[in-house]
């Protein structure tokens, strides 16, 4: 098996709010969107990230845990400078991702920052030094 990942997909409540967060708020290009059913936006070279409505969502692969808490997981979004960061959080906030943590220095020393879309999936938001983090950089 190759080592990759190819789709990521998150369950959606409300794909209309979803999409209006990514593709009006956040400006990124739906590769598919399908309504009631599924976006599917282009997130690399060989990754999409697929936001799909709960109901076929669970058709599909079952049941959703819900309850209280974050889902326990998080997308990151890795840049070459503190600035980038600062400015796609701003980005975020306006777009009305809620909650946004603002970026700090880590004692690893990345600079990071989060923000959440409409359903909570957090977005880390990051500068990273070290030689993985300049090997997901474009």
Not at 24 to 38: C, F, H, M, N
Not at 39 to 58: D, H, N, P, T
């Given at each position: 098996?190759?080592?990759?990942?190819?789709?990521?997909?998150?369950?959606?409540?409300?794909?209309?709010?979803?999409?209006?967060?990514?593709?009006?708020?956040?400006?990124?290009?739906?590769?598919?969107?399908?309504?009631?059913?599924?976006?599917?936006?282009?997130?690399?070279?060989?990754?999409?990230?697929?936001?799909?409505?709960?109901?076929?969502?669970?058709?599909?692969?079952?049941?959703?845990?819900?309850?209280?808490?974050?889902?326990?997981?998080?997308?990151?979004?890795?840049?070459?400078?503190?600035?980038?960061?600062?400015?796609?959080?701003?980005?975020?906030?306006?777009?009305?991702?809620?909650?946004?943590?603002?970026?700090?220095?880590?004692?690893?020393?990345g600079y990071t920052g989060y923000f959440a879309d409409p359903d909570g999936f957090r977005w880390e938001i990051a500068t990273n030094p070290g030689p993985i983090g300049q090997e997901v950089l474009p």
């Amino acid at each position: 098996m190759d080592q990759r990942i190819s789709f990521v997909t998150l369950a959606v409540r409300d794909l209309d709010a979803t999409r209006a967060f990514y593709v009006d708020g956040l400006g990124w290009t739906p590769a598919l969107d399908v309504p009631g059913e599924v976006l599917m936006i282009k997130a690399g070279e060989r990754l999409v990230l697929s936001l799909w409505a709960e109901a076929g969502f669970e058709a599909e692969v079952g049941p959703i845990r819900r309850g209280p808490g974050l889902v326990p997981v998080t997308l990151s979004h890795n840049v070459r400078t503190n600035a980038e960061v600062d400015e796609i959080l701003a980005t975020a906030r306006a777009a009305g991702a809620d909650p946004v943590v603002a970026a700090v220095e880590r004692e690893w020393g990345g600079y990071t920052g989060y923000f959440a879309d409409p359903d909570g999936f957090r977005w880390e938001i990051a500068t990273n030094p070290g030689p993985i983090g300049q090997e997901v950089l474009p």
